[in-house]
C-alpha cells in the first residue's frame, strides 16, 4: 500500500457512488426477478441483506454469515462457498 498507485483501486469504489446510486434507483423501477443470493457478515448487515436487497430485486434469499464482519467471503470461506453451492443447485 506504500508504493505509489496503490490505493487507486480502491479509492474507485467511493469514485462511482453517484454512479452507482442513479443504476440502484432504476433497479427500483423494475426490479430483475433473476435469483440474487445476498450474503452478509453476522457482525455487520447480515440480518438487513435480504431485506435491503429486496428493495432492488424481486427474488432475493441469503441472509447472514456467523463469525464474520465486513469481508465474509475472506473471513469464512468454507460457509460462503457452501452457500454459493446451494445457491446454484436451486437456481
Known amino acids: ?3 505509489p498507485g496503490r490505493t487507486r483501486g480502491g479509492l ?3 469514485r462511482t457512488l453517484a454512479a452507482d446510486h442513479a443504476t440502484a434507483l432504476e433497479y427500483k423501477k423494475q426490479p ?8 452478509g457478515g453476522g457482525q455487520r448487515f ?3 441483506m435480504v431485506p ?3 428493495e432492488f430485486a424481486t427474488n432475493v ?10 469481508y465474509v467471503a475472506e473471513e469464512q470461506p468454507d460457509e460462503v462457498a457452501a452457500a454459493l453451492i446451494e445457491f446454484l443447485k436451486a437456481s
Not at 61 to 70: A, D, K, L, Q
Open 1 to 3: 500500500m506504500a508504493l
Open 12 to 14: 474507485e469504489w467511493y
Open 32 to 39: 430483475p426477478d433473476m435469483p440474487l443470493l445476498g450474503l
Open 46 to 48: 447480515g440480518t438487513q
Open 52 to 54: 435491503m436487497l429486496k
Open 61 to 70: 434469499t441469503g441472509g447472514s454469515i456467523v463469525w464474520c464482519s465486513h
